[in-house]
Nanobody, 113 residues
Framework: QVQLVESGGGLVQAGGSLRLSCAAS????????MGWYRQAPGKQRELVAR??????TNYADSVAGRFTISRGNVQKVYLQMNSLKPEDTAVYYC????????WGQGTQVTVSP
């Protein structure tokens, strides 16, 4: 059973930066696709960014140019968030596809005006 553990959320002022980390455990195998989703209060969960072990990435239009996703190794994924805006406030979830889909518990990111 794959487990995902996130870290790095917190409170930051608008214009600031945060870095999220996610590590997978429970399998010795490479996880090809990992990424981040977010869910703001009263809204649906949405894709933020995804990355493959082959180097492919895709981003939501709302974060492109400000956020950077990277794969530390075949079982880790990071999200560098720069120029944060209050509308980026949400719970951020790590996600992985390894046969099935797996989710982390979520980490709160709050951006104050």
């Amino acid at each position: 059973q794959v487990q995902l553990v996130e870290s790095g959320g917190g409170l930051v002022q608008a214009g600031g930066s945060l870095r999220l980390s996610c590590a997978a455990s429970g399998t010795p195998f490479s996880i090809n696709t990992m990424g981040w989703y977010r869910q703001a209060p009263g809204k649906q969960r949405e894709l933020v960014a995804r990355a493959t072990t082959g180097g492919g990435t895709n981003y939501a239009d709302s974060v492109a140019g400000r956020f950077t996703i990277s794969r530390g190794n075949v079982q880790k994924v990071y999200l560098q968030m720069n120029s944060l805006k209050p509308e980026d406030t949400a719970v951020y979830y790590c996600w992985a596809r390894f046969g099935s889909e797996y989710w982390g518990q979520g980490t709160q990111v709050t951006v104050s005006p």
